[in-house]
């Protein structure tokens, strides 16, 4: 289980390397090593602070049980905060209603588009077919873009470029296919302000009333990522978060911050332009990429 956390913290625990007994002095050194990585890839300030604390206190209080080094305890101990936070095991997408209804929420940019197409990629692969409904009535070329999308996968869409009631768009699109398994609902990313476009997702939120909000983060925006996830958690009940884009350099400790703000599952993360650049979040690879 520590494999390849250990790995990537092992530069910093070569200084308790061979270590019987670890001191004050120590820990302290080894915390703010933590508190370097993190900080470089990304995560808010506050929560490194409120971790490195954890970590620091429960190293000098905690007793490493029997067998177990000093320093594998430490490492133990850092590993054990962030999957407090991140959950161990990755967070199934069940689809327990019918119809399953997820609402997709998500600045322009973030990736949200893409995503629904490898949600609905993953979800044919398990033998779903869900259908799409484009609410999006901001974006001129939203329509087209999902008609694209949802055709090369054969996928059922409702939307209607000239209507421009969101509200509309999503109430007919739930009659449309209030006899499939799962309905997906694209949202607007980006109205004149940020204020409306939060009022639409409230409203449309209690329009679609969907077992499940996804909200799509993009994993390179660093800082900001916390402040979006709670704007959007106040306007609706974000119930997952996907972050897109680690496949660059991005580390995605903005992704973690989000989620210590708003406290819902990561389920999944986007690893590229193509459909199939698509994983099932591991919490255990995100935080060795995190402390790496
Ligand atoms: P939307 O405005 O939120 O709907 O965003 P789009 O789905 O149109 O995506 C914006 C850009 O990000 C496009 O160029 C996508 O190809 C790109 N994109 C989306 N997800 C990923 C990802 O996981 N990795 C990379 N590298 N690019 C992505």
Redesign the pocket.
Known sequence: MLGNLGKSLTNTMKKLAGMTIIDEKTIKEVVKDIQRALIQSDVNINLVLKLSKRIEDRSLNEKPPKGITPREHVITIVYDEMVNLLGKEPHELEITDKPYKIMFL??????????IGKVCRFLQKKGFSPAVVCTDTW?PA?YE?LKQLTEEMQIQLYGDPDNKDAVDLAKKGLKTFKSKKIIIFDTA?RHKEEKDLLNEMETLSEVINPNESML?IDGTIGQQASEQAKAFSNATNVGSIII?????SAKGGGALSAVAEIGAPIKFI????RLD?FEIFDPERFISRLLG
Request: glycine share 28%.
């Open positions: 998500g600045l322009q940019g973030s990736g949200k588009t893409t995503t974006r939203a873009q990313g799509v897109t884009k680690l496949d660059g986007g690893t590229g332009e650049d």
